[in-house]
């Protein structure tokens, strides 16, 4: 079957005419397949939602109970026909519940990756390839100037601001699915063992994380109402960017602001928000990791969405891959 036949991009996001169904698209359809939680793949009203258990229980957390009419879990590695097409869930490695969709139909397997990253990451199933025809991957960090440090030395760099500055508040902004119960794990990695303080906004998933065997030590809430300012000094404080740019990030003691993101190697883009202290934690592959995946999995085709599309076309052509750009509109790379 030729691959664009079972799968091909329409507005509403990846469609298969064979199955009826959509993958991670961007508005309200019939039946929808979705890889992740984040909100740019996982979108309320659809009729029919298929995905992970925890990716369904992270969309109900986020959106409410009646964020879809009718919902099935699918279990990674199991295999099911959803009108005759069949479509197995395999781990992402980008967040907890985050999957890879193989779509297979008259000897045709098409891979749809999602988010996902090599590096190892305690706080979800790690990446596991699956052999495939066609590979759909992301490019968030599509380009060859994209190398991500280790993990545990950007932490490093945060415990010794905290040693350095032990009387100011150190602010993390961090997305609020994923990365924030990432950083918090790697604190504890590292050997931080004081109670980390988190915003409002991300209670319900770090108390989701921890209810799915995730340990993230002692969490406490950030509100400075009914707490004296000074038991902030020398803190860590978890919470979205958007919060930090508002009244509830000035009232700490001496705050000092960090951001979480891939996007922190690009130096502008910290200035911009105002980082002090950049932190280049990703939730996503680097340059050499997606190259390095698409040499293991060796498909015949390789098609490239939601990033720098040309740059990794370009690198699939010069290895003698087919490869083409997929041009989708609506999936967005601020979160990592």
């Not at 909100?39 to 995905?51: C, E, K, Q, T, Y």
């Not at 545990?152 to 009387?167: H, N, V």
């Not at 009244?247 to 705050?255: G, I, L, V, Y």
């Not at 934690?281 to 015949?300: F, N, V």
Request: one cysteine or more.
């Amino acid at each position: 079957m030729r691959p664009d036949a079972l799968l091909y991009p329409a507005p509403e996001g990846l469609y298969c005419p064979e199955g009826g169904f959509y993958v991670d698209p961007v508005r309200p359809v019939e039946r929808a397949l979705v890889t992740h939680g984040h909100s740019d793949h996982a979108r309320p009203g659809h009729v029919n939602v298929l995905a992970t258990r925890q990716t369904l229980d992270i969309m109900r957390l986020r959106y409410g109970e009646g964020f879809c009419v009718s919902e099935q879990a699918a279990g990674f590695g199991e295999d099911l026909l959803v009108n005759g097409v069949k479509v197995s869930f395999h781990p992402a490695g980008h967040v907890l519940g985050s999957a890879q969709i193989a779509i297979e139909k008259n000897g045709t397997r098409i891979v749809v990756s999602g988010d996902y990253k090599r590096r190892p990451d305690p706080t979800c199933a790690a990446y596991v390839p699956v052999a495939c025809d066609v590979f759909i991957t992301e490019a968030t960090f599509g380009l060859p100037v994209f190398h991500h440090p280790d993990p545990m030395d950007e932490i490093g760099k945060l415990l010794a601001s905290l040693r350095q500055f032990p009387e100011r508040t150190h602010l993390v902004g961090a997305y609020a699915l994923g990365k924030a119960q990432r950083v918090i794990r790697l604190l504890r990695d590292a050997g931080y063992s004081e109670p980390i303080y988190i915003h409002g906004a991300m209670e319900k998933l770090c108390d989701y994380y921890v209810g799915e065997g995730i340990d993230l030590g002692e969490l406490l809430p950030a509100t400075i109402e009914s707490r004296d300012k000074s038991a902030f000094k020398g803190a860590v404080v978890i919470g979205p960017s958007s919060a930090f740019a508002d009244r509830w990030a000035r009232r700490f003691n001496e705050p000092l602001p960090a951001f979480a993101s891939g996007w922190m190697m690009v130096r502008q883009r910290a200035k911009q928000h105002g980082v002090e202290l950049p932190l280049v934690i990703s939730d996503h592959c680097d340059w050499p990791e997606l190259t390095e995946t698409i040499r293991e999995l060796h498909p015949a085709e390789v098609w490239v969405t939601h990033g720098r599309e040309e740059a990794l076309v370009r690198w699939c052509q010069l290895q003698g891959i087919k490869a083409k750009p997929l041009h989708l509109v609506g999936y967005e790379d601020e979160a990592d």
